[in-house]
Structure formats: C-alpha cells, structure tokens
C-alpha cells in the first residue's frame, strides 16, 4: 500500500472525475459526492462546447449539449457560472463564446473546477483509491487503514465512504471465497503491462492462449472488432470473463434497432491517457466505433464507408464530407457529444464536419495501425440510427452485474493472480 498520495495530474483528476460522474448519475441517494459530479458535469459540457479553436455557441445548442450530458436548467446554469469563474468561457445573452479549450486540455480545466469547488475529504478519497486501484487490486483492510490515516477520517465516516463507494461501483470490488473484498478497476490493462497480460494468460489453457493470440492480432491490425466477431474465436463465456475485469475496451452502439458491440484493445489508447481513463479517449472511442459501424454495417445505397482514410482526411482538413443519408443517422451520438458537427446537404441526407481534430486524428491512426498509444496527444440496417453510446465502463459493469457464480469465480482467480503475480 502507498503513503500518502503524491499530488496528482489535473488531466488524471479530470477523467476519474468524468467517470464517477458517469457511475453516480445511476444512483439516487448516493450522498456525499456533490462536488464530483458537479465538476464532472460541468467537465463534460466543457468537452462538449469545446471545438479546436477557440468558439462561439448559441444557447439553444448549449441547452441540447447539456440535456445531452444529463443536466437540468439550474445545474446548466451552475456548470457555466462556474466555467465562467475560471475563464473558461464568457456568457452572453444569445449564447457562449468558449476560449481555445480543445480535447488535450478539458480534463485539467475540469480538475481546476473542482478545487474551487472545495472538495470534502471523501470526494478527494474517491478519486485516490481509484487511481491506486488502476495499477494493481487493492485488499479492502489495506485501503481502509490507508484512507482513515491519509485523510483523516475516523473509522464510521471510513466505512460509510467505502460502502457508497461500492454501491455505486465508483471502484469495482470482489469477496474471495475467504471473505476479503478487493478492489481494482477497469484500467489494469490501459498501459499494455507485460506482466499483467502474461499472467492472466497464464490461467487460460493452451487453446484458450492460442484462441486469444489470434484475437490479439487482429485487433492489433484491424483495430476494432465486433464483440461477436471476438466470441465467435473465444467464445462468449471467455469473452465475459475477460471483458469483466477490462482486458477489452467494449463500447456499444445504439439506434432503434439494434445495439452493436465493439471491442477494441485498451493499450491502443494507453500512452495517450497514462493509463487512466480519459473523456478525450472516450470520445475517441465512440469516434472509431461509429465508423466500424458504417463501414461494416451500413448498406451500400446509404452511404457504407468505403476508403475510411479518404473520409477521415477531409474531416482532418476542416471540411465538410459530401452529403451521405448514414451521417445523418449514425453519428447523431458523436454530435450530442460536441465531436463532429452535422448540416443538411444541398439536395439529401446530411454532411458532416470535425469539431475535435484530436479525437479525429487518434480515430484514424486506431483504424490504420490498430494502435494509437504512440500519439503525441494523444445483415444489414436500411434505415438504422446511431443515436447512443455506452462506454467500456458501463458495459463492463453490466457484464459483472450478469456473471454466472462459476464465472464470478474464475475472475476471482485472475484477481488474485494479477494482484501478487503479474501486477508487481
């Protein structure tokens, strides 16, 4: 176990602080958290207003971006003045004008926001313990002890914190068969660790091993696959064994008819977030998998992607893509999210153009290489429209949720192998 917490990075503080958000905006009465999720909140309406450049929004736009971020009238009134108080943007009647805040710097901003906000000991606890959780699982005793004595908390406040913390799956845990809880998170896997891929491996038998090479592989080339594509080498049951404690990036695709599974590899996104989750990187995420949708699901006569690096140039250029039926349904997500910015074309369907040319330019190298870690930054559906996306952390969870107790059992053992084999 750590001692005392070392200052962390604003950027680390940011994405824990838009991924508690994101587990707490599913639980009523989880108290104690109000600063982190208006930091969060405000955070990912920064995200969304924010374009390369700096730019100017209309407040219908800024009233769809925060119904589209889960904000009511008065918390949008909150996150803006609060922007405001860090000059991050300027308000005026007709609207926002936001100032240079891209992708690569939002999730320092956001940390910057919830400093002034004076967070409580518990809110700086939760963001702690998930970080530590991110490099190796942690034994609840251990953590408890850590916590009372870094911030100071007696044993009842300790204890209430770690319960709300597991209720709300801010950190995921598990009971071994002895009854000690440990805990970890999704991220054991984002910085590509040798060890730690090596020794849950190590618990496969040798088809499972030669199974998941192959996956590896073409997830190294292909850089996304559909999650039935994976099962279909693995199958379904390793698959959600291995999805649980977040050794793929599964991110999901919705419209009203069907929901699509993609999976991508975490440590192709790794180096650019250091390992942590990262708002830029999930936007990144969705960016890749709502084109793998277009290219392998969409019909021909509406616009299927054909030359994804034709495509994702002009987008990179600042232009706009000539007028495609598709783009008007399958990224309707991506333009909620402030990511690309969507118009009616001259005689049908829409064009589209990139706001963020950060989470274009990682999409791209994802979709080429496979890989984006080394980044300076960083049966068909006629009609079908992307309208939702869910992230590897929330699908994760809907994994664990579903887990059979043999399954629950096994991942217990890749726990305990990554804890004192393969996470030192």
């Excluded at 291995?242 to 009203?256: A, Q, T």
Aim: aromatic letters at 6%.
């Amino acid at each position: 176990m750590a001692d005392a917490p070392t200052p962390m990075d604003g950027k680390v503080t940011g994405s824990w602080l838009v991924h508690h958000t994101n587990k707490l905006q599913h639980f009523s009465g989880a108290s104690g958290f109000d600063r982190i999720l208006s930091a969060g909140k405000a955070t990912k309406l920064l995200s969304a207003l924010s374009a390369t450049q700096q730019n100017v929004v209309d407040m219908p736009r800024v009233e769809v971006l925060a119904t589209a971020a889960n904000m009511t009238p008065f918390e949008l009134q909150g996150a803006l003045w609060a922007l405001e108080q860090q000059q991050l943007l300027q308000r005026s009647v007709s609207g926002v004008e936001v100032f240079g805040v891209t992708s690569a710097t939002v999730l320092q901003r956001g940390a910057e926001v919830f400093a002034a906000l004076s967070p409580r000991p518990e809110e700086l606890a939760a963001i702690s313990l998930a970080e530590m959780a991110s490099s190796e699982p942690l034994d609840k005793r251990e953590a408890t002890r850590w916590i009372s004595d870094t911030y100071r908390m007696t044993s009842g406040a300790t204890d209430d914190f770690l319960a709300q913390t597991e209720r709300t799956r801010l950190i995921d845990w598990e009971k071994h068969d002895a009854g000690a809880i440990v805990y970890f998170n999704g991220n054991l896997f984002k910085g590509g660790d040798l060890k730690k891929v090596s020794a849950i491996l190590s618990q496969l038998n040798a088809t499972e091993r030669s199974l998941m090479s192959e996956v590896e592989e073409r997830l190294k080339k292909q850089g996304c696959l559909a999650v039935t594509e994976i099962e279909k080498v693995i199958g379904p049951q390793l698959f959600e064994r291995l999805n649980s404690i977040g050794f793929f990036d599964v991110n999901l695709v919705s419209n009203p008819t069907e929901s699509v599974s993609f999976a991508t590899r975490p440590a192709a996104f790794g180096k650019y977030a250091n390992g942590n989750v990262d708002e830029g990187l999930d936007l990144a995420k969705a960016f890749v998998s709502s084109l793998t949708y277009g290219i392998t699901r969409r019909h021909p006569n509406h616009g299927r992607i054909r030359r994804i690096e034709d495509l994702l140039g002009r987008l990179l250029r600042g232009e706009w893509t000539a007028a495609a039926t598709a783009i008007g349904e399958d990224y309707v997500a991506l333009e909620l999210r402030g990511v690309v910015e969507l118009r009616k074309g001259p005689a049908y369907g829409h064009q589209m153009r990139l706001r963020k040319t950060d989470v274009g330019q990682m999409a791209l190298q994802v979709l080429q290489s496979g890989d984006a870690s080394d980044m300076p930054l960083l049966k068909e559906i006629p009609s079908a429209q992307v309208t939702g996306y869910t992230g590897p952390e929330e699908t994760r969870t809907l994994v664990r949720k579903h887990q059979l107790p043999e399954s629950q059992r096994v991942v217990r053992n890749m726990l305990e192998v990554l804890r004192t084999g393969g996470g030192r």
